[in-house]
């Protein structure tokens, strides 16, 4: 009988090429993602140092970052200077003999939502991007991080990684989530209470009742936001659903029926470097509040003392109620909520309603152009028009500010994406981060708005 | 990479928890696909006033006479989380940065640093607030921060540390190791044909 292993281990040890002099580990890399914003960088310093792509048949890239989302977009960006970004990654990948999904292809769409879509992303594997929130891809069960460009160069150009084993931990969900309370709402949770550097070491494997009860769209929000507990990656098992997900995408295998398939779990016993027990029946809708992802609060708390620089930046007291707090904007996109289900269910509250005539800026950015049709196929984009937000072609969006289209000056915008810091949607922006619900729910409202009280 | 072995210096406190990367260079001041040109930008919402006009704020610890000139950067938990961009390394080095201390860093951000010869350095918080504007020394060889009479160990794993003394290129070092990667390879091909996908048209 073999030692119980975690599926980090699993995963680790199916990896293993080689044992260096000084006591770190070549881990071979299955797939490797780049985007317009570092990959051209990447592709560009290994084509001058004279080294090939190993394989770049395992290598893919996407225009996501600064693409215009608008209508009728080409190769010009709203940020002065981006359209050099995407001719020079389209010239390069060219070059390099990489899979690029172009700004005009119909598979474009933001890395960590067209990877699953297309099946680049399988359970067991090994993947990297030069993009911190590739630990979404883990939701499938692979072993996905992201890493910085220098990083990048060396997995295409060795197949390997040089890495020292990561420590393991395991949040457990028990029990089940409430009506109106989503996987982004248990990842603030796990900020707020752990704090945001609570995972550094960790690769993170998700479990528990409440996470096999997510589907794959709502798994890779919870794994997305791995990359803000400081841990290097997000894990969740793969399951029946993982697979039936999966099953015949243009890159991934026509069936799982292989035995394989059926190991890549946690065995019974293994033991983890640190185990977290959170109730999912006690989370509620969560909001930020200050400038990092652990300034969370409950939809019905108040703002607690945090640092007088979060307050000052964000302009609200310690002991202030955050719900009703009047925002600005409205943003419903990234690779953390903006999948169809995601849209769904921010569809279901605006449907038949308008936004507040306090909203001066409200957007819906697909995750994919795979996603905005079958939106559009359901109708969902007319609810969005019709409830006052803009629809708009695929992409990164205003997730960030890269200096082009932003926000009105003194904004405080209520968004579905994973980052609130300060000046993160452009300078003095006041985001308040949290699920499509609850953006939705505050944009009818004009104000931070739980949205639970929308739910018939 | 440019070697680490021991640096001396003045050391720049900017003592605050969670420092993104966004705040170190944000993606507006990301303006080529080169890796240079980032200096500029660096720590811009903070070191700028106004940071369309370059307005030095005169409060922020780099803008004060004291650090001109300075290699090492103090700061609070969870230096350089948030995106994985490498520009932040390649901003602070550009504008003379070579070591940062900190409590913890965030892990994309400090295999960065190793793989470019920027040493982040970790001591805890109570360690790190008597440094602020003193004149330090960082010896990589002995693992150690002396300030001082005061001499504080810091831990940091084998391999990057001879890989920073001795400035080497991980891919150079690693394609060492090519006939171990593809003896790998070829016995993976059997066991999972599915990861080898065909050649792009």
């Known amino acids: 009988m073999t030692q119980p292993r975690t599926l980090l281990a699993k995963i680790w040890d199916a990896h293993h090429v080689a044992d260096t002099a000084a006591g770190a580990t070549l881990i071979a890399i299955d797939r490797v993602f780049l985007h317009e914003r570092t990959g051209a960088s990447a592709l560009k310093s290994l084509a001058a140092a004279g080294r090939p792509v190993l394989d770049p048949a395992r290598v893919f890239a996407v225009m996501d970052h600064i693409v215009d989302t608008r209508p009728g977009r080409g190769d010009q960006t709203l940020m002065q200077g981006g359209q050099a970004f995407i001719t020079e990654t389209r010239e390069a990948a060219l070059a390099a003999g990489i899979r690029l999904f172009d700004v005009t292809d119909r598979d474009q769409g933001i890395t960590h939502v067209i990877s699953p879509e297309l099946g680049i992303v399988l359970p067991g594997v090994t993947l990297v991007a030069p993009d911190s929130h590739t630990c979404t891809q883990g939701a499938l069960g692979a072993l996905a991080w992201g890493i910085g460009s220098s990083e990048a160069e060396h997995a295409m150009a060795t197949g390997v990684l040089r890495l020292a084993r990561p420590k393991t931990m395991r949040v457990t969900f028990k029990g089940r989530l409430s009506p109106g309370v989503t996987p982004k709402d248990m990842a603030l949770t796990l900020l707020a209470t752990h704090g945001a550097a609570g995972g550094s070491g960790y690769v993170v494997e998700f479990a528990g009742e409440a996470v096999g009860a997510l589907d794959i769209e709502g798994r890779m929000t919870l794994c997305n936001m791995a990359t803000e507990f400081a841990a290097m990656t997000g894990i969740i098992a793969p399951d029946e659903k993982t697979y039936a997900y999966l099953a015949g995408r243009r890159y991934a295998p026509a069936t799982f029926d292989d035995p394989y398939w059926q190991t890549l779990r946690t065995d019974a016993g293994a033991v983890f470097d640190r185990e977290i027990i959170i109730d999912a029946s006690t989370i509620a809708p969560m909001v930020s509040w200050g400038t990092s992802p652990e300034h969370c609060v409950a939809i019905d708390g108040t703002v607690p003392q945090g640092p007088a620089r979060a307050h000052e930046y964000i302009a609200l007291d310690a002991g202030a109620p955050i719900k009703g707090t009047p925002i600005d904007a409205a943003f419903i996109g990234s690779c953390t909520n903006a999948r169809l289900s995601d849209l769904r269910r921010a569809a279901a509250i605006l449907r038949g309603r308008r936004v507040s005539p306090a909203i001066r800026k409200a957007l819906v950015v697909p995750g994919s152009m795979a996603v905005k049709r079958a939106a559009e196929a359901e109708g969902l984009d007319k609810v969005f028009i019709d409830a006052g937000f803009e629809w708009r072609m695929s992409g990164c969006s205003l997730c960030f500010y890269a200096g082009g289209e932003g926000f009105e000056p003194g904004s405080r915008t209520i968004s579905s994406t994973n980052r609130n810091f300060e000046g993160r949607q452009g300078p003095g922006i006041r985001t308040h981060i949290a699920s499509p619900e609850t953006v939705a729910a505050s944009a009818l409202a004009g104000a931070i708005a739980d949205p639970r009280e929308r739910l018939a | ?201």
């Open chain 2, 1 to 201: 990479m440019t070697p680490f072995i021991t640096l001396a210096s003045r050391a720049i406190p900017l003592l605050r928890d969670n420092i993104d990367t966004d705040a170190v260079i944000p993606s507006r001041e990301m303006k080529t696909t080169g890796r240079t040109g980032l200096a500029d930008g660096l720590f811009a919402p903070w070191r700028y006033g106004d940071a369309a006009a370059r307005t030095p704020d005169p409060t922020f610890a780099l803008n004060q006479s004291q650090a001109v000139g300075q290699r090492i950067l103090l700061a609070g938990e969870n230096f350089g989380c948030g995106s994985s961009r490498e520009h932040a390394v390649w901003a602070l080095m550009e504008w003379g940065i070579a070591c940062v201390i900190a409590p913890s860093f965030a892990p994309i951000f400090k295999a960065n640093a190793l793989r470019n010869g920027l040493l982040p350095v970790a001591l805890s918080g109570e360690l790190i607030a008597p440094l602020a504007w003193e004149e330090i020394t960082v010896d990589l060889p002995s693992q150690t921060v002396t300030c001082g009479d005061a001499i504080h160990r810091f831990e940091i794993e084998t391999e990057p540390k001879e890989m920073l003394i001795e400035g080497l290129d991980a891919i150079d070092l690693t394609l060492k190791s090519r006939p171990e990667i593809d003896a790998w390879t070829e016995a993976d091909k059997a066991l999972r044909p599915w990861i080898y996908l065909e050649k792009h048209a």
